[in-house]
């Protein structure tokens, strides 16, 4: 069964840093990603990695200041999020896809974790 788990969420100030862990389980995934979704908000895709070499993609507005990364030994993808800002406030996603090539939608999503909760204050 696969299964994907969220932890690292929390509340910081402005400026702060944080880093999100998603543990995996279950098969090997093409690509894992974090999405996020502010209040009142649709979820959108921050950043993705290939499970097989490591490419990572990550929006222009979230170049600089979050970094996804992987450890296949323990099957786990991170978020370090930098200079964090009270519009990063939102419940961050893990999501895991089977498909190929560089995916942002979704429903191209084929697993998704249980999201963990983000707070930045000013």
């Known amino acids: 069964q696969v299964q994907l788990v969220e932890s690292g969420g929390g509340l910081v100030q402005a400026g702060g840093s944080l880093r999100l862990s998603c543990a995996a389980s279950?098969?090997?995934?093409?690509?894992l990603a974090w999405f996020r979704q502010g209040q009142g908000k649709e979820r959108e895709f921050v950043a993705a990695?290939?499970?097989?070499?490591?490419?990572?993609y990550a929006t222009d507005s979230m170049k600089g200041r979050f970094t996804i990364s992987r450890d296949n030994a323990k099957n786990t993808v991170y978020l370090q999020m930098n200079s964090l800002k009270p519009e990063d406030t939102a419940v961050y996603y893990c999501?895991?896809?089977?498909?190929?090539?560089?995916?942002?939608?979704?429903?191209?999503?084929?697993?998704w974790g249980q999201g963990t909760q983000v707070t930045v204050t000013s």
């Open positions: 279950g098969r090997t995934f093409s690509s």
């Open positions: 999501a895991a896809t089977y498909g190929s090539g560089w995916r942002f939608r979704v429903r191209e999503y084929d697993y």
């Open positions: 990695i290939r499970w097989s070499g490591g490419s990572t």
